[in-house]
């Protein structure tokens, strides 16, 4: 792809909201300022719905597009998890007569972004200071995100490539780490069968959490929304005991990626949410539970972990992508 300056579409499709952008690759700082748009999901009744939406209130006409979405790739399809929207890549090419439209999961979209992430962009959870991006180095980073749902990635660097690790690491089975967990498993499980840890990581795994814990100590639980329960914590002592709980949790399954992945270099926090309760992120119980790992807890005390502050780190990641394609970047996405 020999792409000329903004000529590129980048989208970012998470299960509530469709971000897009234009971008060019040919830039050290891609994404064209002021095109930036964001979309309800809902409001559309397919992404190409929403692709028109952009291109008419920007008059945009871009020769290609990547887009990141979020959930699993199959034979140029992908079809999101948390939204009924299925896109298919030849699909969006015929209709819209782009030269090439790339489909790559949202995770790796967030992946490729840690490589224009500025400092100014991260915040530092705990002693160790974030790893500075190295392409001649050997690096590992993973990448967590509790949003509409939970999003898992991994950013593996060797011989001056980048692997972008697409993976549904968020519908892994939640791992309890103290008696309390133990009995939100077991409510859990009675009302969803299978738990995963998406299940208490996303916007209405907090809203789950919220809920349990209030029929574990029989309180009236209200109806309150994520945003709600994480405004409330500073107040509230059931949304508190949810947002901390959420974050301890939170906390041991991103030292769960150090161990799987081998992410010894670091891990990022994405999404809203982690912004959102970003203070009890710093509480404490997050890197707690983010070191507590037995015989190799002193190792993973070492690993730096970093929430993600960028607004739109997805488009970031999509255009690495196209930055890729014109050898801006040289990496692999696997």
């Given amino acids: 792809m020999n792409e000329s300056a903004a000529s590129v579409l980048v989208a970012d499709v998470g299960g509530t909201h469709a971000r ?7 830039s050290n700082e891609p994404l ?16 190409a719905d929403a692709v028109r939406r952009y291109l008419a209130e920007t008059g945009a006409q871009p020769a290609t597009i990547v887009i990141a979405a979020a959930g699993l790739r199959v034979d140029g399809e992908l079809r999101l998890t948390n939204l009924p929207w299925v896109i298919a890549r030849r699909e969006i090419e015929a209709e819209f007569g ?21 400092s100014h962009d991260l915040c530092a959870i705990g002693a160790p200071a974030p790893v500075r991006f190295d392409a001649g180095a050997t690096q590992t980073f993973a990448i967590v995100g509790p949003g509409t749902g939970l999003g898992v990635g991994a950013l593996v660097v060797r011989e001056g490539r980048l692997h972008a690790l697409e993976t549904e690491g968020g519908h892994a089975s939640f791992a309890p780490g103290n008696a309390e967990e133990i009995e939100l498993l077991r409510r859990f499980a009675t009302r969803f069968g299978h738990v995963s840890s998406e299940r208490a990581l996303c916007g209405s795994g907090l809203v789950n959490l919220y809920r349990t814990l209030c029929e574990i100590d029989g309180v009236d639980a209200r109806s309150l929304t994520p945003e709600e329960i994480s405004a409330g914590a500073h107040g509230d002592p059931m ?3 949810a947002v901390e709980r959420f974050c301890e949790i939170l906390g041991a399954v991103g030292g769960d990626l150090v161990l799987t992945f081998g992410a010894w270099d670091g891990v990022y926090l994405t999404g809203g949410i982690a912004q959102q309760v ?17 015989r190799l807890s ?16 997805g488009l970031v990641g999509a255009a690495a992508y196209a930055m890729i394609e014109i050898g801006r970047l040289s990496a692999h996405t696997a």
Avoid: Q, T
Wanted: net charge positive.
């Fill in 239 to 241: 949304c508190r005991r």
């Fill in 32 to 47: 064209v300022a002021g095109s930036a748009r964001r979309y309800r999901g809902a409001e559309f009744a397919s992404f």
């Fill in 20 to 26: 897009f952008a234009l971008v060019d690759p040919a």
């Fill in 298 to 313: 002193p190792a993973v005390a070492r690993v730096p972990a970093s929430v993600v502050l960028h607004a739109d780190p």
């Fill in 98 to 118: 782009f030269r090439r439209a790339a489909l790559i999961n949202d995770f790796a979209a967030m992946a490729l972004s840690v490589p224009l992430l500025a």
């Fill in 278 to 294: 970003l203070p009890w992120i710093e509480a404490g119980g997050f890197r707690r539970r983010f070191e507590d790992k037995g």
